[in-house]
């Protein structure tokens, strides 16, 4: 892994977000992975996020996501201001990139889906898990439109996996659930029921300083969805998590998160109404002094050493494209 110095990182970060410039880069994971695992390329393992949290604690001042939107209103963001956000409430948040958050002393916000916490499994997990047990062979998949495809190598499970998901996303909640449900089957073994939190891990999370922030009970697609259930995701979900926690969320998380696309201005009404301080959506981009608190972008590291991590938070900083929902 190529490596570089904490003061020259430092420099780097101050010159690009020198105080008073008010940028906050907010970065956005899902899990983190033991090992690398080839079907999912771009999750990060344990040793690649440890290497990402040291620059982040080196180099940037990380501050809670409420905080960091509030600061970000008034003008008062400190230089190298930069937040850090993991959605959906996987176990790997509590067992792998917690111990690295209180080793580095980063604070960081976990959006919760609270109904697939304890044994349940997200349909994306679904088609990852089902994908990777399949035998060799032809599999039919025109039901979702993708025709009939030869499963084979890593290559191909890997495509069929990016495929399947984008497929699958939009479809009505309940047509997805029972497709993915058909697909398990198809894999002839049991699929992991254990990829996500539960209720203790998130309390334990949230005694160790962690923010768990809202993302509604089942993920849907609020856009795709009637304003009374969107209303109901939304504050059942926030319900749930103040039981769970023993403190109301501070922040939320739109579900996919596209805006206009995942959800709309009216969706953005809904979680301030709810009692949200702030909301982040998947708009690439760095959150500057005009962003909206309840559609602040965000953005996925990808980068594969310190060098190149600090290079993307570099660039990033021209990257203030203001994308919100109508």
Not at 8 to 29: D, E, H, K
Not at 77 to 98: E, K, M, S
Not at 264 to 289: I, L, N
């Amino acid at each position: 892994m190529i490596r570089i110095s904490r003061p020259i990182a430092r420099w780097f970060v101050q010159a690009r977000y020198p105080s008073g410039t008010n940028l906050l880069p907010i970065l956005m994971y899902h899990r983190v992975l033991a090992e690398p695992d080839p079907l999912q390329p771009d999750v990060p393992h344990q040793a690649l996020l440890a290497e990402q949290f040291k620059t982040l604690a080196s180099a940037f001042n990380v501050l809670p996501l409420h905080e960091a939107a509030a600061l970000l209103q008034n003008g008062g963001l400190p230089p190298g201001a930069a937040c850090i956000t993991f959605d959906d409430g996987y176990r790997d948040n509590h067992d792998l990139a917690l111990p690295l958050l209180l080793e580095h002393k980063l604070p960081a916000t976990v959006f919760v889906a609270t109904g697939y916490l304890n044994g349940g499994r997200m349909f994306n997990d679904s088609v990852v898990e089902t994908v990777r047990r399949l035998d060799t062979g032809e599999i039919d998949l025109t039901r979702v439109g993708l025709g009939k495809r030869l499963v084979s190598d890593v290559a191909s499970r890997r495509t069929l996996i990016s495929d399947l998901t984008r497929a699958v996303k939009y479809l009505d909640p309940v047509e997805r659930d029972a497709f993915c449900e058909d697909l398990c089957r198809r894999a002839g073994s049991h699929l992991p029921t254990d990829l996500m939190m539960d209720d203790r891990q998130v309390k334990a999370m949230s005694d160790a300083g962690i923010d768990i922030g809202g993302h509604t009970v089942h993920h849907p697609i609020l856009a795709r969805i009637d304003a009374a259930t969107a209303e109901h995701e939304i504050e059942t979900n926030r319900d749930q998590i103040t039981t769970l926690t023993g403190k109301p969320p501070l922040c939320f998380a739109y579900p996919n998160g596209k805006p206009n696309l995942d959800y709309t201005s009216a969706h953005a009404r809904m979680v301030c109404k709810a009692g949200f301080q702030a909301a982040v959506s998947t708009a690439v981009g760095v959150a500057s002094d005009d962003a909206d608190p309840f559609q602040l972008p965000r953005f996925m590291p990808r980068e594969r050493s310190a060098a190149q991590f600090v290079a993307r938070m570099v660039r990033m900083a021209t990257h203030r494209h203001r994308q919100v929902a109508d």
